[in-house]
């Protein structure tokens, strides 16, 4: 059984959420400014302003945004884990990599 959405019978509670995130975005110009200054950004730069701009938003945050700046739901994800570990120091300080991270050298 759905809630009534007035237009078309009713609608799911997982319909209803989906909607309603929906409605928390931002306008075109807005979104041109946040792809613009993404890209000046370094990698891990990247990372944490994605999650810093997905945690604003309510369900569906990561999603919105990650399409929004054109990145990966799970670069949002370890964005958010980065920030969360800050309070310990940054971890990835000077680096733009983990330790061990990228490209495997040549032998």
């Not at 009713?10 to 200054?37: G, I, P, W, Y």
């Not at 945690?55 to 370890?78: D, H, M, Q, W």
């Amino acid at each position: 059984m759905g809630l009534s959405n007035g237009l078309k019978g009713s609608l799911t509670l997982k319909e209803c959420v989906m909607t309603l995130a929906m409605e928390h975005h931002f306008d075109q110009t807005v979104e041109s400014q946040m792809r613009n200054f993404f890209r000046t950004l370094g990698e891990k730069d990247r990372r944490r302003y994605a999650a810093i701009e997905a945690r604003k938003l309510p369900f569906g945050g990561i999603r919105y945004i990650a399409k929004v700046l054109g990145c990966c739901e799970n670069t949002i994800a370890s964005g958010i884990k980065e920030l969360e570990s800050l309070a310990d120091g940054d971890p990835l300080e000077g680096r733009q990599r983990v330790e061990g991270g990228g490209r495997p050298k040549k032998n």
